[in-house]
């Protein structure tokens, strides 16, 4: 459930992150999406990368504490 909360918060910080380098690039004053369709889309991909990378760390620091455990035991 945090996952989840953390990665749609950063996914509308990425989107954001993502068009201010765009604009500065580009030399645009804003962005205009042209539909709310790309606009989700470009969420939703934002959301599912950020969400599998915090899964990653979830899993890395579960296993890390095992093998902690497994070398204390020995």
């Known amino acids: 459930m945090i996952r989840t909360g953390v990665a749609a918060f950063i996914s509308v910080f990425l989107l954001l992150f993502e068009g201010f380098i765009v604009m500065k690039l580009k030399g ?6 042209g539909n709310l369709q790309l606009l989700v889309s470009v969420l ?31």
């Open 28 to 33: 645009y004053s804003g962005i205009h999406f």
């Open 44 to 74: 939703a991909m934002n959301f599912f990368f950020v969400f599998t990378i915090l899964t990653h760390i979830k899993i890395w620091h579960e296993n890390k504490g095992i093998e902690e455990t497994e070398v204390g035991m020995k």
